[in-house]
């Protein structure tokens, strides 16, 4: 076996093509020997992009297997992959779906082509990783030393045959890279640093200056044109290029034929291979744009459809000094509108309100008015209004709320109008953050909101959440509650939901309202989404010691089910307490469903063949269709609680949970009803054959031990 080794790498380099320089057909080759002596599947050969962004398929050999489709792996999406490989030599991961660095690429890679084992070796030329030579086993595999040694020889024979082709480009380059400096419009000059004298310069320049390269070369610095027109201007940048190694300005000479005109030049230090500094300066001509630079300035901050100021103009001014006071003034179903009537019509719409805001701006001593959205507007006031702040919100909207006439057509104007002064706004929160918060309030109470301390201390509030998030599950603040999921004909316990509570060193205990949103939108959810799961778990495993029909049910966030990692944590945790199949049901909303249903189906058929139950929570309330449901591995439906609450009041209502329990049925699916709070909703869900209910009539989520006193004197029936 090591001999055969040993003549595969003689057969590597002696390869004509190899030692051309030929890393394509190389590489092929070498992907052909490590499956032959290695005994496996697949093996494919990966170069790095110079920005080492991207890692690009070059070639792939199977001798097993279904055929594998390729695509580029970029670095920022599996960094525990490429930080292994920038650190060790080899990657070795015998059990590559569990392995740290591996892992990632379960969902997408590993487990849909049966992938079980990886060997990769990186291609290096001198130290620095330029791509990788990937060993990949349909079957388990201890790798050996000798293995990872032998990959590692085929890497550098690799990266013998890479750097051989980049030589060979780089001869041509410098033929090239002449041809295109004599060619270029470009005005290039080469000083030697040493004795600042001319050595060389391209025909652009010479034009530009009127001579001869003979005139040029070999000459004391100070012949060129910029230190003969613009001495001190030369002279400032050339002691700036010693000093720092590169200098930049604009300065005007006179050509040839006595026009004068504008260039920008740029001057950079140049250290040869021998060690010899030069500088190299490089000169363009800007006349055109110098003349131009007062109009497309002006063009820049503006609005090119309402004439106003732009998102950019204004903060540039915020940032330059501090207003007193701001308006932010939202078009309310301007995207309808547009959608209904057209683009035309809603610029038409646009232009109009952007003119009488304008307009009213100026005359309520407003400051600025810029279009900073599709359609909304901000008003800037560098003194305080003299009739007020809302005073002035309430006067733009009456103003600017008369319908506008397009033709034969009035069309209303429904406008939102937030706004925040200097003196209620703080040091911590900047101007625009205050009115998205003051806009969010407005729209939803349809009036004018003033950015107040309700708002602020709500922001605060927010803020600090936030950060205290962060610190929880190391302080071990969080604990799981479990309300107990009753079956309607039996009245019996078959389950429980758990329930994520925070205890808060301050604010003492929180129920997940208060913080769920605020932990998705800041990143927090998945690593709390996980101690969720794998606390339920084990919980689960110390009650099925006694009870083991009993099922969990665990909420599942979008980010968690699109994270990469559910998958993961539940087969370990399901491999490691061996829970009886079908009791774990993971609940997942009807929007999570919609978020990316291709992958969420995947997850989920997946999901289902480790014996999870698939629940749809919160169902009514979303997106869902009979197609979906159908197609997905779902055997739970879980009535919206708002459903149920209004089931005595509601004729709707009492409609709509029927009609759920009976597609539910039509799909052999378990029916549970959240949020049962009387006897009348409970006899009305059995009376249209409901299978599960839970909610305060049972009673609240309680603690494991409370649960286990009240629910779990006696083992559980199996269903």
């Not at 009305?684 to 054959?689: A, E, I, T």
Request: one cysteine or more.
């Amino acid at each position: 076996m090591k001999q055969g080794r040993a003549d595969a790498i003689e057969q590597l380099i002696q390869l004509p093509e190899k030692q051309s320089g030929d890393f394509d057909h190389t590489a092929q080759v070498a992907a052909q020997l490590v499956c032959e002596h290695l005994g496996v599947e697949t093996a494919s050969v990966w170069l790095l992009s110079e920005d080492q962004r991207q890692l690009t398929p070059v070639c792939r050999h199977q001798s097993e297997g279904s055929g594998i489709l390729d695509a580029p792996l970029h670095t920022h999406t599996f960094p525990d992959y490429f930080d292994h490989l920038l650190q060790h030599r080899f990657l070795r991961a015998d059990a590559a779906r569990l392995h740290p660095a591996t892992k990632a690429f379960n969902a997408p890679y590993l487990v849909p082509n049966g992938i079980h084992a990886m060997l990769d070796a990186g291609i290096r030329i001198n130290g620095h990783l330029e791509g990788v030579i990937c060993v990949e086993s349909l079957r388990p595999r201890n790798w050996s030393d000798e293995d990872a040694h032998w990959v590692g020889q085929l890497a550098d024979q690799l990266a013998l045959a890479l750097a051989t082709r980049r030589q060979s480009r780089q001869a041509g380059q410098i033929g090239l890279f002449r041809q295109a400096m004599e060619q270029a419009s470009q005005r290039m000059a080469i000083i030697d640093e040493a004795s600042l004298t001319v050595s060389y310069v391209n025909q652009a320049y010479l034009r530009l200056a009127g001579c001869r390269a003979d005139d040029l070369l070999g000459q004391p610095v100070q012949s060129l044109m910029l230190f003969r027109q613009n001495p001190k201007v030369a002279e400032r940048a050339l002691e700036t290029v010693i000093d720092t190694g590169f200098a930049r300005g604009e300065s005007q000479v006179v050509d040839p034929l006595g026009r004068m005109r504008w260039i920008d030049f740029r001057v950079n230090r140049m250290v040869t291979e021998d060690g010899r500094p030069y500088l190299v300066l490089y000169s363009d001509d800007v006349t055109a744009e110098r003349a131009y630079q007062s109009e497309l300035e002006q063009l820049a901050w503006r609005c090119s459809l309402t004439g106003l100021y732009n998102r950019a103009y204004l903060q540039r001014g915020l940032a330059e000094s501090t207003p007193a006071a701001l308006l932010l003034v939202d078009l309310d179903g301007f995207k309808a509108f547009n959608d209904l009537h057209g683009h035309d019509m809603g610029d038409r719409l646009l232009t109009e309100l952007a003119r009488r805001l304008g307009h009213c701006a100026e005359r309520l001593g407003a400051t600025l008015v810029a279009r900073i959205g599709a359609d909304e507007f901000v008003v800037r006031f560098d003194t305080p209004p003299a009739m007020g702040l809302e005073a002035v919100a309430n006067t733009l909207v009456a103003r600017l709320s008369q319908p506008v006439a397009m033709g034969t057509r009035q069309f209303p104007l429904r406008l939102s109008v937030a706004a925040v002064c200097q003196a209620t706004l703080g040091q911590a929160l900047e101007a625009m953050t205050a009115l998205d918060l003051a806009m969010a309030k407005a729209k939803q109470s349809g009036r004018v909101q003033l950015f107040d301390a309700t708002l602020r201390e709500r922001f605060c509030e927010t803020v600090q959440i936030e950060q205290d998030l962060r610190h929880a599950l190391a302080r071990k603040e969080f604990e799981l509650h479990y309300q107990p999921l009753v079956d309607l004909d039996s009245g019996q316990v078959r389950g429980a939901e758990a329930l994520l509570r925070w205890q808060h060193p301050q604010k003492g205990r929180m129920a997940p309202a208060r913080f769920i949103e605020i932990a998705e939108s800041s990143g927090a959810i998945e690593p709390i989404g996980r101690w969720v799961l794998e606390t339920a778990l084990y919980q689960l495993h110390l009650w099925q010691r006694r009870w083991p029909a009993l099922e969990m049910h665990v909420n599942v966030s979008v980010k968690q089910l699109l994270g990469g990692e559910l998958y993961e944590i539940c087969w370990a945790q399901l491999n490691r307490y061996r829970l009886t199949p079908g009791t774990l049901v993971l609940e997942i909303t009807e929007t999570t469903l919609m978020e990316d249903i291709q992958a969420v189906s995947r997850l989920c058929t997946q999901l289902g063949e480790l014996g999870i139950v698939l629940a749809i929570d919160d169902f009514g309330t979303g997106y869902s269709s009979m197609r979906y449901l159908q197609r997905l591995p779902v055997g739970k439906l879980k009535i919206d609680r708002s459903f149920v609450a209004d089931l005595e009041q509601s004729r709707e209502s009492r409609e709509i949970v029927p009609a759920i329990i009976a597609m539910g049925q039509a799909l052999d699916l378990v029916v549970t009803a959240e949020g049962v709070e009387n006897p009348f909703q409970r006899e009305f869900l059995k009376r249209h054959g409901c299978d599960q209910v839970q909610g305060f009539l049972y009673s609240e989520a309680l603690s494991r031990h409370e649960f286990e006193d009240r629910f779990l004197p006696v083992s559980v029936e199996p269903r």
